[in-house]
């Protein structure tokens, strides 16, 4: 038998692996002194973390006072459009988008690796893909029931594996980060503001079917974030068509506030554990009788104080929508909604559409200079933003 004829393109490519490995060769080796320079450290990971990232702290020193707070916005994008989404990251370096609304350009083809390529820090590419009313993958990848199905129709493991399985599709499409799962605790009628979006009105119910979905999501590397503290399922209206109150914070301990302290608490099953952040929670705008003050709660310190010191949570903490709910927009434009939430103590401040991402830059960055935003609570916001993307770890 005669030998192989090798094609055109691997006698090409032998022939450029030939002429690499002469040209190696003809190199002369660097003296022992020159290799390796007295100046570099030697490579000892001790400046990583037990997941051998590197430490938080140290990333958010090597950035600049305009890096750290745009780390901290979270800006709506119109999925229509994913040139525009690209410009966007490009020129701002927000940590993260969320994509609402029913357009899936911005979910097909990859165009979101596009989007990840001009932002120099990973951004979260967040979603609100609950189930029922509240989904954005189900033209592309099918439905997923609501909250109050799931419980009517599967098991916990059923839906752990429910959730898992939409993680991957999720994570495929380029999301990272789920708005999700609701942990509103109510039985109002299922076409109400949570309504089906509810897992029921019993709060161990809650706690089980909503702890199944996040670890179900976060088995797959979605980020989940838990919704709306401190609880908007006894709420008096709809907090996007204005001010709702809720019943007092004694009441809400009994009930709305159990499945945070079952949850997300130092020693729940979704807290944050050496510095790693899987779960975050999103802060509603709600009033509060015993803890607000004449502002919603996605603007008031207390209600921070409230998740942070009375149930342990050290993990990421978002507002909701800034920019197209009423209950903020109605007293407050953009600029000023966002500078109050983040200086209440949200690390991150949402909203869906509008705003100029630049001039709001602007502002935060000369709030940060002028002491409006306190610097040291800024720089552990950012690790925390930063932690939860899986840039850094925390401890």
């Known amino acids: 038998m005669s030998a192989p004829t090798r094609s055109p393109r691997r006698r090409g490519l032998a022939l450029a692996g030939a002429v690499a490995v002469l040209a190696l060769l003809s190199v002369p080796a660097p003296s022992a002194a020159a290799a390796v320079p007295a100046e570099v450290p030697p490579l000892t990971g001790e400046n990583l973390g037990p997941d051998r990232l590197p430490r938080c702290a140290e990333v958010v020193a090597s950035m600049s ?14 999925a229509a459009d994913p040139a525009g989404t690209g410009r966007t990251v490009h020129t701002s370096q927000v940590g993260g988008i969320f994509i609402g609304g029913n357009a899936t350009d911005l979910l097909v083809d990859q165009e979101l690796r596009g989007v990840q390529a001009v932002s120099r820090i990973p951004i979260a590419v967040a979603v609100d893909d609950e189930g029922g009313r509240v989904q954005r993958i189900d033209e592309l990848d099918g439905p997923l029931p609501s909250a109050r199905a799931m419980v009517a129709r599967m098991s ?25 799962p609701t942990v509103d605790v109510g039985q109002q009628p299922a076409g109400s503001v949570i309504g089906d979006r509810s897992f029921g009105g019993d709060a161990e119910t809650v706690t089980t079917f909503a702890r199944a979905y996040a670890e179900g999501q976060r088995e797959r590397g979605v980020f989940t974030v838990l919704k ?3 609880g908007h399922g006894h709420a008096n209206g709809d907090s ?11 009441e809400l301990r009994e009930l709305d506030l159990l499945p945070y302290a079952n949850l997300i608490g130092p020693d729940g099953p979704l807290s944050s554990r050496e510095g790693r952040d899987r779960t975050g929670v999103m802060v509603g705008h709600l009033d509060v009788p015993g803890l607000t003050d004449d502002l919603p709660t996605s603007l008031s310190p207390a209600a921070y104080r409230l998740l942070r010191e009375d149930y342990g949570f050290d993990g990421l903490v978002l507002t909701d929508d800034l920019g197209a709910m009423k209950a ?36 935060l960055e000369a709030a940060l ?15 925390r933003v930063l932690s939860a993307k899986g840039v850094c770890g925390r401890s």
């Open 65 to 78: 006072p305009r890096e750290r707070v745009a780390q901290r916005l979270m800006v709506g994008v119109d």
């Open 156 to 180: 916990p493991e059923e839906v752990r594996r429910t959730a898992a399985e939409r993680a991957g599709k999720l994570l495929a499409r380029g999301i990272t980060m789920n708005m999700a």
């Open 228 to 230: 709306h503290f401190p």
């Open 240 to 250: 996007h068509r204005g001010r709702v109150s809720t019943p007092p914070l004694d």
């Open 328 to 363: 903020v927009t109605g007293r407050f434009d953009l600029p000023e909604a966002v500078e109050r939430a983040l200086g209440a103590g949200a690390d991150m401040a949402l909203w869906s559409t509008g705003g100029d991402v630049t001039a709001l830059l602007d502002d």
């Open 369 to 383: 200079a002028a002491g409006r935003l306190d610097a040291e609570a800024n720089d552990t916001a950012v690790q």
